[in-house]
């Protein structure tokens, strides 16, 4: 079945370093590919997403690119802040007999210290 | 502002206890979903809903219980039945024009805890 990889953290990082969290995912057809965070305490928010080969998401400065050849979609920011430590899950969506099914990795925690 | 509502944030149950999660949402989205969250785990699906009066199993379905009576609304109970209950509970929904672009919105959570 389908399925999500991450790689497991915590990742700890000082403030302004680069960030990459790496997923890669196992799935027939051509899924979507989405990055959720959840901030302490909270539910998940859209990161960013990308609906086909070679298609880039970004958003708030964060950049993940649809590889379908080595079926990856890894997350980098090229500095990171305190405000980003959160978890980041890595997703994907296929239809299911006309449902949306997501199917997320176990998630990646970020620590940024000052 | 649009968006999604779940209460409590903090729910207890005692052994044997049914519990009610309240889910609402004023996106005037026609799918909804229940999501498991459990230490070092990925979401899991409980039950997701296309529309009113209409909702399926999902991954995990044993031991809960949905309804949708109303676009807005989509309670989950958490019945004795289920033996392992604590863990984090995220509603979601989506538009549910069957893209397979289409983006879930979740949620702030309840935590489910034994007493």
């Known amino acids: 079945g389908d399925s999500v990889t991450q790689m497991e953290g915590p990742v700890t990082l000082s403030e302004e370093a680069f960030l990459t969290i790496n997923c890669t995912y196992t799935a027939t057809g051509y899924p979507s590919l989405f990055w959720y965070v959840q901030y302490p305490g909270e539910g998940l928010q859209l990161l960013l997403k990308a609906t086909k080969a070679d298609d880039k998401g970004s958003n708030k400065g964060f950049e993940a690119t649809y590889r379908k050849e080595t079926t990856s979609f890894h997350l980098e920011k090229g500095s990171v802040q305190v405000s980003d430590s959160a978890v980041y899950f890595c997703a994907l969506v296929r239809m299911n007999t006309g449902f949306q099914k997501l199917v997320f990795g176990t998630g990646t925690r970020l620590l940024v210290s000052p | 502002d649009g968006g999604i509502t779940q209460s409590p944030k903090y729910l207890f149950r005692k052994e044997g206890q049914n519990v009610t999660l309240s889910c609402e949402q004023n996106?005037?989205?026609?799918?909804m979903y229940w999501y498991r969250q459990d230490p070092g785990q990925g979401l899991r699906l409980i039950y997701y809903s296309q529309i009113v009066n209409d909702f399926q199993k999902g991954d995990i379905a044993e031991g809960y219980s949905v309804s949708r009576e109303k676009k807005e609304s989509f309670p989950l109970t958490v019945t004795s039945a289920q033996k392992n209950p604590t863990a984090f509970y995220l509603c979601a929904s989506s538009k549910g024009d069957s893209v397979i672009q289409e983006t879930q919105y979740f949620g702030p959570g309840t935590r489910l805890l034994v007493l």
């Open positions: 996106l005037n989205h026609d799918a």
